[in-house]
């Protein structure tokens, strides 16, 4: 018995799934394992400023930006497994090279290659598509995000960790001489471990989604010219506008994100370890949001009501930061309950609880509206593209954002980042107006995958 539209067997099609979760959160974790120790990393080498550290953290997502779009249309033409395998492999390479790296261009050259095998989610996002029938991607395609939003949990204290003196003797006394082990290298090897695990996991246990003919298909069709079939893809009836919508709510979102730290700490006076608690809760509500949220509103609202509720929760989340403090002050002390819970902290947390809410029903619900407009042999290279698309506004959201925040004030981020989201409920709205042009896929003939 098949899922109708899929072409897998309901068991493969759930294992499929698992396993593509798994991996992706292993290769988050490496991810992850390394936000904490990179900052202090890059300034223990000559020349390593501010400004370094923030062109190494735009060299990642400057590759993603070229690679999403390459991986997806490659995993078009040979298969989702093989794609996945090798960009694994790769992120394994990568950060084996930043732990030893002796100088700052093999940092850069570790950050650029991870940022190229990074671009393998398109291909993670394609292979749900290809298991999962269009009514039930949005709920599958949550948590694809929820395993995004537990690898930046577990991988930011997994990390800091690590680095502890007391972590980097215990380990470097098991292991020979040979081998560096110190509080950047450390951190270092288990994100290239997290990746290689990955490895063995999806070889020995990922079915292939596509079959031979979908696969010989999609190479007829882009042999002819790669940048053709990328620009068929863009030129798919109601894909252009969500595009630009990827495009502005990353850009606005990774500025609010980079933007945040420095305005607790201003503003709140937090210090590291107050900020990452409140980054912990930001990532729990996330991995709850796209995990069972999402999930259980697709089952009754479209993705076009559904996006266009998400973005609604950001615009006013993003732009009440910088009031939140504000808004605390008219709210009750619960210091009674919680000794730590001061009428600011509880104004900032309810301002805070919107982001998470808005951004995992809107990324996951943009993300369905693209699986739904892009054909069957299209949707790897489609993902690619999106992926592509979030990828540049995080090179240049960022670092646009950090200049508002020095040069015009705390408040500018936010109040730019909540004003860029307002074209994307536009944008969506008029989707809703325009017909779906997605080609539901033949049952499987009986393929082994």
């Not at 694809?144 to 960790?161: K, S």
């Not at 995990?291 to 996006?307: I, K, M, Q």
């Not at 619900?365 to 592509?388: E, N, P």
């Amino acid at each position: 018995m098949t899922d109708t539209g899929t072409g897998i067997t309901g068991s493969r099609r759930r294992r499929g799934l698992a396993v593509v979760f798994f991996v992706v959160f292993l290769d988050l974790l490496g991810f992850g394992i390394i936000i904490p120790i990179l900052p202090y990393y890059t300034r223990t080498f000559p020349g390593g400023t501010e400004f370094v550290i923030g062109l190494l953290a735009a060299s990642y997502s400057a590759m993603q930006f070229v690679f999403a779009p390459l991986l997806g249309s490659l995993s078009d033409r040979v298969g989702r497994r093989p794609v996945l395998v090798v960009s694994l492999g790769g992120s394994v390479v990568a950060w084996t090279v930043f732990g030893l790296a002796d100088a700052l261009w093999l940092l850069f050259l570790s950050r650029l290659l991870a940022g190229a095998m990074g671009g393998n989610l398109s291909t993670a996002q394609a292979y749900v598509a290809d298991v999962t029938p269009p009514e039930r991607r949005a709920a599958a395609l949550g948590f694809i995000g929820a395993a995004f939003g537990l690898g930046f949990i577990f991988g930011p204290g997994i990390g800091a960790v690590l680095s502890f003196d007391a972590t980097v003797a215990a380990v470097d006394g098991f292991l020979p001489a040979a081998v560096p082990i110190t509080r950047f290298s450390l951190p270092s090897f288990a994100a290239a471990a997290a990746s290689l695990g990955g490895v063995f996991v999806a070889l020995l246990f990922l079915p292939e989604s596509r079959t031979v003919s979908e696969s010989t298909g999609a190479t007829a069709t882009e042999r002819t010219s790669p940048i053709t079939q990328l620009r068929t893809a863009v030129a798919t009836p109601g894909l252009r506008p969500l595009l630009v919508a990827f495009f502005l709510v990353s850009f606005a979102f990774s500025g609010v994100q980079v933007m945040f730290v420095p305005y607790v700490a201003d503003i709140y006076g937090y210090t590291a370890a107050q900020s990452a608690l409140l980054l912990t809760y930001i990532g729990v509500l996330a991995v709850v949001t796209q995990g069972v949220l999402v999930g259980r509103l697709s089952a009754r609202y479209s993705p076009v009501r559904l996006s266009l509720f998400g973005t609604g929760l950001l615009v006013v989340g993003v732009g009440a930061i910088p009031i939140s403090r504000a808004i605390g002050s008219v709210l009750p002390d619960l210091t009674a309950l919680a000794p730590f819970l001061t009428a600011d902290l509880f104004g900032l947390l309810l301002v805070l609880t919107l982001l998470p809410l808005g951004n995992g029903i809107l990324s996951v619900t943009l993300t369905a509206l693209v699986s739904q407009r892009a054909s069957a042999a299209l949707q790897g290279s489609a993902f690619g593209i999106t992926q592509g698309a979030g990828s540049l506004a995080r090179t240049v959201g960022p670092p646009v954002m950090g200049g508002l925040y020095f040069a015009v004030g705390y408040w500018s981020p936010f109040v730019v980042g909540s004003v860029l989201l307002l074209p994307v409920l536009w944008l969506v709205a008029k989707l809703g107006t325009t017909p779906e042009t997605y080609e539901p896929r033949p049952a499987d003939p009986g393929h082994a995958r």
